[in-house]
T-cell receptor, first 108, second 114 residues
Framework: DAKTTQPPSMDCAEGRAANLPCNHSTISGNEYVYWYRQIHSQGPQYIIHGLKNNETNEMASLIITEDRKSSTLILPHATLRDTAVYYCIVPTGNQFYFGTGTSLTVIP | DAMVIQNPRYQVTQFGKPVTLSCSQTLNHNVMYWYQQKSSQAPKLLFHYYDKDFNNEADTPDNFQSRRPNTSFCFLDIRSPGLGDAAMYLC?????????????FGPGTRLTVL
């Protein structure tokens, strides 16, 4: 079962930063946090993952709190194409369960 | 490009008629997953293979079976599809999870049951 909780929906103005929160209070010391997104009718797309340090790639930044009980995915300049459902996932071993995710709508 | 391929992208079957969905990967990954995603829901893990070791989720119905004849291919067999089995079926692969990797998903097969 999913170990994460996320708000069901968020809006963001185009060009602004989108900050998507995730709670994972039961995370263990060696478990990673993964973020995916799913655009309508497509397979989920990997965005980023991290253990305890903040991570950045060409798509997004991942900020993990010091106690590792929560994290935030940041899309620095949201575009209309970022409208999707965003999933935060903490796997156990190779079991990769999805929670309900956050439906992000980017508004023109 | 290394990728996960699912065939067909759209499959129509009749109520009770067995159907097989296919997945292949070019990445030589150890783990292959099958998920079911119904409309407006999150993907639900059905089972996964770690190499040849099959791991079934406790709530996956017996109607769903899987085969992995080699590293590259994995099949989802639905023995007697019901109307409630209409969904998107997603195949995914990973080498291992953690620092070394992440899960890569295919585009999915949308199954319609008439």
């Amino acid at each position: 079962d999913a170990k994460t909780t996320q708000p069901p929906s968020m809006d963001c103005a185009e060009g602004r930063a989108a900050n998507l929160p995730c709670n994972h209070s039961t995370i263990s010391g060696n478990e990673y946090v993964y973020w995916y997104r799913q655009i309508h009718s497509q397979g989920p797309q990997y965005i980023i993952h991290g253990l305890k340090n903040n991570e950045t790639n060409e798509m997004a930044s991942l900020i993990i709190t010091e106690d590792r009980k929560s994290s935030t995915l940041i899309l620095p300049h949201a575009t209309l194409r970022d409208t999707a459902v965003y999933y935060c996932i903490v796997p156990t071993g190779n079991q990769f369960y999805f929670g309900t995710g956050t439906s992000l709508t980017v508004i023109p | 490009d290394a990728m996960v391929i699912q065939n067909p992208r759209y499959q129509v079957t009749q109520f009770g008629k067995p159907v097989t969905l296919s997945c292949s990967q070019t990445l030589n990954h150890n783990v292959m997953y099958w998920y079911q995603q119904k409309s407006s829901q999150a993907p639900k893990l059905l089972f996964h293979y770690y190499d040849k070791d099959f791991n079934n989720e406790a709530d996956t119905p017996d109607n769903f079976q899987s085969r992995r004849p080699n590293t590259s291919f994995c099949f989802l067999d639905i023995r007697s599809p019901g109307l409630g089995d209409a969904a998107m079926y997603l195949c995914a692969t990973s080498r291992v999870l953690g620092l070394a990797g992440y899960v890569l998903f295919g585009p999915g097969t949308r199954l319609t049951v008439l």
